[in-house]
């Protein structure tokens, strides 16, 4: 997220953003999400903070990537017109078969995962080596130590799973407020078909799809530097568009 608000912050957007419970430096056991209902509500909390305390209004954007665009589209129905607008990137509107568990684990996780929801033995992928294209990127998120490396907890690939069915079955087709969504054409983490299925499917006059053949599924990071480039000019583009259809009154933009 930190390259991503930079990025923001040069074209003149005020950037706010949180780490998740058990993620980055937030408290919590690391990799754990106990649950993604009170995730949600713990963002709910922290942005509408942020705009409580503005002394003017300002339109109000919502930038998720990956789960975070899972977390970003069920903010917007918890407050269905509060939001200004969403960028989602790479959006976890549905697991891809690669990276989703195999069935027989699928089929435990529900019984299993009340009992020892922090075991790490949900056996997928290798997470970082599907999503970030360039080795260097691959490299430096394997030395953060903030970053959590291991096998998902049983919890965790529950949660998920289930926060996925939840997006992909009840918001989809409820979602109403400017969105862009851009994804990766070759993204083996997030599905780009369940992207295609969020614009089909959502009831907003506006909405935008961005699919890029050939990229993965860490856009904003760990693509080509010449990908990265063409992705942000692409949102900023969408933000500046609809930053100035809000009344000259709103101030300065801020997402």
């Given at each position: 997220?930190?390259?991503?608000g930079?990025?923001?912050a040069?074209?003149?957007?005020?950037?706010?953003?949180m780490?998740?419970e058990?993620h980055?430096?937030?408290?919590?056991?690391?990799?754990?999400?106990?649950?993604?209902?009170?995730l949600?509500?713990?963002c709910?909390?922290?942005?509408?903070?942020?705009?409580?305390?503005?002394q003017?209004?300002?339109?109000?954007?919502l930038?998720?990537?990956?789960?975070?665009?899972?977390?970003a589209l069920?903010?917007?129905?918890?407050?269905?017109t509060?939001?200004?607008g969403?960028?989602?990137?790479a959006p976890m509107c549905?697991?891809?078969?690669?990276?989703?568990?195999?069935?027989?684990?699928?089929?435990?996780?529900d019984?299993v995962?009340?009992?020892v929801?922090?075991?790490k033995?949900?056996?997928t992928?290798?997470?970082?080596?599907?999503?970030?294209r360039?080795?260097?990127k691959?490299?430096?998120?394997?030395?953060n130590?903030?970053?959590y490396?291991?096998?998902?907890?049983?919890?965790?690939?529950?949660?998920?799973?289930?926060?996925s069915?939840?997006?992909e079955?009840?918001?989809l087709?409820r979602?109403t407020?400017?969105?862009l969504?851009?994804?990766?054409?070759?993204?083996?983490?997030?599905?780009?078909?369940?992207?295609?299925?969020?614009c089909?499917?959502?009831?907003s006059?506006?909405k935008t799809?961005?699919?890029?053949?050939?990229?993965w599924?860490?856009l904003?990071?760990?693509?080509?530097?010449?990908n990265i480039d063409?992705?942000?000019?692409?949102?900023?583009?969408?933000?500046?568009?609809?930053?100035?259809?809000?009344?000259?009154?709103s101030?300065?933009?801020?997402?």
């Amino acid at each position: 997220m930190r390259g991503t608000g930079t990025r923001l912050a040069r074209a003149g957007y005020a950037v706010y953003g949180m780490d998740y419970e058990g993620h980055g430096r937030s408290l919590g056991l690391r990799g754990y999400v106990p649950s993604f209902d009170v995730l949600v509500a713990d963002c709910d909390a922290h942005f509408a903070s942020v705009v409580n305390n503005q002394q003017k209004p300002l339109p109000r954007f919502l930038l998720g990537e990956s789960m975070g665009g899972a977390v970003a589209l069920l903010l917007h129905r918890l407050r269905p017109t509060y939001w200004t607008g969403a960028v989602l990137v790479a959006p976890m509107c549905r697991i891809t078969a690669e990276m989703k568990p195999c069935p027989a684990v699928t089929r435990l996780l529900d019984t299993v995962a009340r009992v020892v929801p922090t075991w790490k033995v949900v056996p997928t992928r290798n997470v970082i080596g599907a999503a970030y294209r360039t080795q260097a990127k691959r490299d430096e998120i394997r030395r953060n130590p903030y970053c959590y490396k291991s096998r998902p907890r049983l919890g965790t690939a529950h949660q998920l799973l289930r926060a996925s069915q939840r997006v992909e079955t009840e918001v989809l087709a409820r979602v109403t407020l400017p969105f862009l969504v851009v994804h990766g054409g070759a993204d083996t983490v997030t599905d780009p078909e369940a992207s295609r299925l969020l614009c089909r499917e959502a009831p907003s006059d506006d909405k935008t799809l961005k699919l890029y053949p050939g990229m993965w599924h860490a856009l904003t990071s760990g693509e080509l530097p010449e990908n990265i480039d063409l992705v942000f000019a692409d949102i900023i583009a969408w933000l500046d568009h609809r930053s100035a259809q809000q009344p000259p009154t709103s101030g300065f933009r801020g997402i």
